[in-house]
């Protein structure tokens, strides 16, 4: 069973940075780590995610201002830079792992951008 723990998020000002932190544990490889969000009322949708390899994906909405990174043993460690936040990119962040054909979810962590 593979746990995620989500950490980093917080209110910030329009234009301002945060930094997520996800870590999975135990620390077994999982083939794509990403994050993804709920705002009230809304469907979740995708974030960004990485594959073990490295390879990206983002969603449009975020290309140039947010930035996922692996890290840790086994890269079972999950950050989401985020810059230049905007109001619209206000709600719950989840992390999601996929491990051998098994999705896991963090419980996630809050980000409101507001002046």
């Known amino acids: 069973q593979v746990q995620l723990v989500e950490s980093g998020g917080g209110l910030v000002q329009p234009g301002g940075s945060l930094r997520l932190s996800c870590t999975a544990s135990?620390?077994?490889?999982?083939?794509?780590m990403g994050w993804y969000r709920q705002a009230p009322g809304k469907q979740r949708e995708l974030v960004a995610n990485?594959?073990?390899?490295?390879?990206?994906?983002y969603a449009e909405f975020v290309k140039g201002r947010f930035t996922i990174s692996r890290d840790g043993p086994k890269n079972t460690v999950l950050l989401l830079q985020m810059n230049n936040l905007k109001p619209e990119d206000t709600a719950r962040y989840y992390c999601?792992?996929?491990?051998?054909?098994?999705?896991?979810w963090g419980q996630g962590t809050q980000v409101t951008v507001s002046s």
């Open positions: 990485v594959t073990l390899s490295g390879q990206t994906n």
């Open positions: 135990p620390t077994v490889n999982m083939w794509i």
């Open positions: 999601h792992a996929l491990r051998l054909g098994e999705d896991y």
